[in-house]
């Protein structure tokens, strides 16, 4: 009898070895989370305005840095005050980081009749534009904007008011 519980216990200790229970799957109940920022917002402070000048018989261009430089070629003549360069106050989370895109191509001034138009082109701004440039320190910055205006002759760009728009994009990064 001994014996019989001795083989008993050796078998059901070998048939235990082979009944091993094997597990497929795991769960497991993981956590998540979201933050939500604050959003990036851009206000005007001040519009592009490459002021007053004469084109005289050739005309020429006027650059217009970021800083509000102003500066003539050709036959381009500036004549006193209201220009300034574009300005905007960036707002945004607290030290993070944005680009800044700016034109692309040319954008136009047209004349207050519609019928004449000048150029503007050569965009560039302060930060400089690009990927990641732009910094939130203390949650805003001032970003400002230069460009070169092409002028004809008095005869393409006869006396009046010329107005036009751009688009610049401000992104998080």
């Known amino acids: 009898m ?3 519980l001795i083989r008993f216990a ?3 200790l070998i048939v235990g070895m082979f009944i091993s229970r094997v597990n497929a799957q795991a769960s497991v109940t993981a956590r998540m989370f979201a933050q939500v920022i604050e959003a990036l917002t851009a206000t005007e402070n001040s519009q592009l305005s490459f002021g007053k000048f004469s084109p005289e018989t050739s005309g020429g261009a006027i650059r217009l840095s970021p800083d509000g430089v102003r500066s003539a070629s050709g036959n381009v003549v500036l004549s ?4 300034s360069a ?3 106050i960036i707002t945004g989370e607290n030290q993070a980081t944005y680009s800044i895109t ?3 191509g040319q954008s136009l001034l047209t004349n207050s009749d519609g019928t004449k138009v000048m150029v503007v082109t050569n965009w560039e701004s ?3 534009p690009g990927i990641g440039v732009g910094g939130l ?3 805003s910055q001032e970003v400002k904007v230069g460009a070169t205006l092409l002028v004809g002759s008095m005869n393409d760009n006869p006396k009046g008011i010329y107005m ?4 610049i994009t401000f992104a998080y990064n």
């Open 80 to 83: 006193g005050g209201g220009h």
């Open 137 to 139: 320190n203390g949650g």
């Open 10 to 12: 050796v078998l059901a």
């Open 86 to 88: 574009g300005s905007f």
């Open 2 to 4: 001994k014996r019989n």
């Open 102 to 104: 700016l034109p692309t």
């Open 126 to 128: 302060t930060p400089a």
């Open 164 to 167: 036009g728009t751009y688009l």
